[in-house]
């Protein structure tokens, strides 16, 4: 199974148009029992570009693939070199009012959940707690030979003292936290194998062509049978592995609510699309349930 077969989506003609009231939204939440997906939109106002909104890096960047990856020692020093570097700017990014609305949300009870497709961890960095991660994260590297885990921060040092003054300027930094490079910048940048026995190392995320973990999606469809409503966000749903859901729920007759700027591959089993931006959506739906927002520093994210 792949599980991100379609990297663009034409709306087609008919789709029903966007409404910019979130009184919907608030309605749903006060009932209780959402369960929120949430995709790189809601990191955008965070400083992590999405993949399809305006200026998205599809438009300019062709993600890694797992086959690439997995075939190729010159694509896996490219993709290393590459997200090395983009590691230290997701370092750097802190939650945004969208995140800490989500995390409000959560602490008065009015969600079942969080799924989120991103790998940024901004979610839980806001103070979210019950959070899966369909995506993985970037926080984790496995081994494709032993099964290792390890923590991203120690493969980080390893690899700066691999090497040694490796800072070029990338023109952009994408959401699954790929810094664009040349060849040139990559240079004979040097990968590292696992410590435990040699083998090649991955973040643990997802990559296009790749399968979700079973029992991670049958973890969330149960998830999606459970809620009482399921309200994406900043997500095209343009990838099977987030749209799967939003069938799912239309097809129990559960409200499914979407708030993002642009249509989306769901909307057609939607209830309505807010298109206002995420941050000013979700707090202007806290104010009305009358849930406080904090303000307050988030929680410490990884050294870059």
């Excluded at 004979?188 to 973990?213: Q, S, W």
Aim: charged share 20%.
């Amino acid at each position: 199974m792949r599980t991100r077969p379609t990297l663009h989506w034409t709306p087609p003609e008919g789709l029903p148009p966007g409404t910019t009231d979130p009184q919907p939204v608030a309605d749903a939440l006060g009932a209780g029992g959402v369960l929120v997906l949430s995709g790189a939109g809601i990191s955008t106002e965070s400083g992590i570009p999405d993949y399809r909104g305006e200026g998205g890096s599809l438009s300019r960047h062709t993600p890694m693939t797992y086959q690439d990856f997995t075939a190729d020692a010159r694509a896996r020093r490219r993709y290393w070199a590459r997200s090395h570097l983009g590691w230290r700017t997701f370092g750097r990014a802190r939650p945004n009012a969208g995140h800490r609305a989500v995390a409000a949300f959560e602490r008065h009870g009015l969600l079942s959940g969080v799924l989120t497709q991103n790998v940024d961890g901004l979610h839980q960095a806001a103070g979210s707690q019950d959070v899966v991660e369909l995506h993985g994260s970037l926080d984790r590297v496995v081994c494709l030979s032993c099964g290792a885990f390890s923590p991203r921060g120690e493969l980080a040092r390893r690899l700066e003292e691999a090497n040694p003054g490796f800072a070029p300027v990338p023109s952009a930094i994408n959401p699954d936290g790929d810094a664009d490079l040349t060849d040139d910048q990559v240079g004979d940048f040097r990968v590292l194998p696992c410590t435990n026995c040699g083998g090649i190392l991955k973040p643990d995320v997802v990559f296009f062509g790749e399968a979700v973990p079973p029992q991670r999606v049958e973890h969330c469809r149960a998830l999606v049978r459970a809620a009482a409503s399921l309200l994406v966000l900043g997500s095209s749903l343009t990838v099977m592995s987030g749209l799967r859901f939003v069938r799912q729920a239309a097809q129990a007759d559960k409200p499914v609510l979407i708030v993002n700027l642009d249509p989306t591959r769901g909307d057609r089993y939607a209830l309505t699309r807010v298109a206002l931006p995420l941050g000013t959506a979700l707090t202007t739906v806290a104010d009305r349930l009358g849930v406080p927002v904090t303000d307050d520093e988030a929680a410490p994210r990884h050294e870059p």
